[in-house]
T-cell receptor
Framework: AQKVTQAQTEISVVEKEDVTLDCVYE???????LFWYKQPPSGELVFLIR??????QNEISGRYSWNFQKSTSSFNFTITASQVVDSAVYFC???????????FGKGTTLSVSS | SAVISQKPSRDICQRGTSLTIQCQVD?????MFWYRQQPGQSLTLIAT?????????ESGFVIDKFPISRPNLTFSTLTVSNMSPEDSSIYLC????????????FGPGTRLTVT
């Protein structure tokens, strides 16, 4: 069965701290896609990144970086020098076996204080 | 990415009534998805709606409770029928961005409270 686990329910940091959000996934597929979404208090889901299983290169986008490791089935997300605007719920997701929809983890609530 | 709008953005409804949520996309898409996010929880797929065919429902969701329409390639509706307080959730519409489920964009959501 496919599953996404985000073990961290809530994280609180102070501005300018670095923070890593963990994501562990389970799938029997050899080809799969992983995602991260951000959900600010407004409720809308914001797409952050998609990564396919063949590309294990780490990716950096500004203050965001992602570490994909197939050996440990993990796709962790790091925010460098966090800001108050980063406060949100962050979801990791995996495409389901049928390739028709996303399976979401339970989310990690990040609170960044000034 | 597609621009997606949902109506209403929020509503408070009485138990036993029904609410229809609309999802409008600014471009034609084949696949549209409806998700539910219960308070403090993650997102769960309700159904996939392809234009010209019946919606495909996930385990635990039935057409009588969540009828879906997909009259064209830019629009879909989800009805929450005979509501109970357990239906209080955010309902999100999502569309594929050209690569099916491999690229999904979400609407702003409809926040439903059932009293």
């Amino acid at each position: 069965a496919q599953k996404v686990t985000q073990a961290q329910t809530e994280i609180s940091v102070v501005e300018k701290e670095d923070v890593t959000l963990d994501c562990v996934y389970e799938t029997r597929d050899t080809t799969y896609y992983l995602f991260w979404y951000k959900q600010p208090p407004s409720g809308e889901l914001v797409f952050l990144i998609r990564r396919n299983s063949f590309d294990e290169q780490n990716e950096i986008s500004g203050r965001y970086s992602w570490n994909f490791q197939k050996s440990t089935s993990s796709f962790n997300f790091t925010i460098t020098a966090s800001q108050v605007v980063d406060s949100a719920v962050y979801f990791c997701a995996l495409v389901n076996q049928a390739g028709t929809a996303l399976i979401f983890g339970k989310g990690t609530t990040l609170s960044v204080s000034s | 990415s597609a621009v997606i709008s949902q109506k209403p953005s929020r509503d408070i409804c009485q138990r036993g009534t029904s609410l229809t949520i609309q999802c409008q996309v600014d471009s034609q898409v084949t696949m549209m998805f409806w998700y539910r996010q219960q308070p403090g929880q993650s997102l769960t797929l309700i159904a996939t709606a392809n234009q010209g065919s019946e919606a495909t429902y996930e385990s635990g969701f039935v057409i009588d409770k969540f009828p879906i329409s997909r009259p064209n390639l830019t629009f879909s509706t989800l009805t929450v029928s005979n509501m109970s307080p357990e239906d209080s959730s955010i309902y999100l519409c999502s569309v594929e961005g050209g690569r099916g489920a491999y690229e999904q964009y979400f609407g702003p959501g409809t926040r439903l409270t059932v009293t």
